[in-house]
Structures are given as C-alpha cells and as structure tokens.
C-alpha cells in the first residue's frame, strides 16, 4: 500500500475521533519515511493489552476492533476502526501498559509511528511532529471522554 493511500484514507475518514493533522500534501511526503508499513491477517493482535509500547498507529486499508480482556461479558468490545483510523496514540504520550487489545478483524495495512522515530522527526521536521502530537491528542481527548461516558478502559 502506498503512503498515499494512507493520506486519502486519513482525511476522508468521517468518525468523530477521526486523527486530522494539518498538513499539506508536500509536509505528508515529508513524513512518510517516518512510518513503517505492516501487513496484518485477519485475527492477529496488533496491540496486545498489559504490553508496554511506544507507537502510533494508522490504519491504511481494513478493520480492527478494539476490545478490554478481564472485564464483564458482553462488555469487552470497544471499538471498530475503519481505514484512516488512528489506534495507539497513547502511546505517545505515556509509556505504560496498554490499556485494550487491538485485533485485526480482516487483512490490513497499518502505518506505524514508533516513540524513536517520532523523536528523530521533532529533531528534524519539529512542526511537523508537533502537527502529528497535535492531532493524536485530539483523538485521546475525544476517545477519553467518550470512554468516560460509557466507562470504558482506553485504547
């Protein structure tokens, strides 16, 4: 899958957690080499709860589901991501456990930001990287207070 493939995906997603960092299409291709593609089957985890990991990642073509391990039936799934969709993004920011699983419901495509990378691109592109923190805390604060709502863990 090409990065651009990831881009069209990221802005047309219409949710209302959707990640929207602004950036034109040249910033976009400036970034792309800080993100690494990864090709996963339908059922694999790509996020494993209690696991402790620094990385962002963009769902480029595909669906996941985003669901708590130990908690009452029926009560476990949080979430179904649709491409253009950002999962991890706590990561980001906090390095502790993650809080949900994150499985592959079909064969996807995902873009992953790792913490070292995103460091080396605020060393090197700092707006850039600030856009990107920007918008992934956009997506916790509106996930966050979802959760609350509802009383659900966080992804």
Known sequence: MAFHHLVHSVQTLNAEDAFRPRLNAEQWRNIAPFFTLHDIRAGDLLVK??????TLYVL??????????GGAPGRGRIAILRAGAVVGESGLFVEGPRQANVEAMTACAVWALRGPRLEELAQRLPALALELVRAAGKVMAVRMRAHIACQAPFV
Not at 60 to 69: E, I, K, T, Y
């Open 49 to 54: 709860q209690g696991d402790t990991d620094r």
């Open 60 to 69: 480029g073509s595909g669906s996941l589901q985003v669901f708590a391990s």
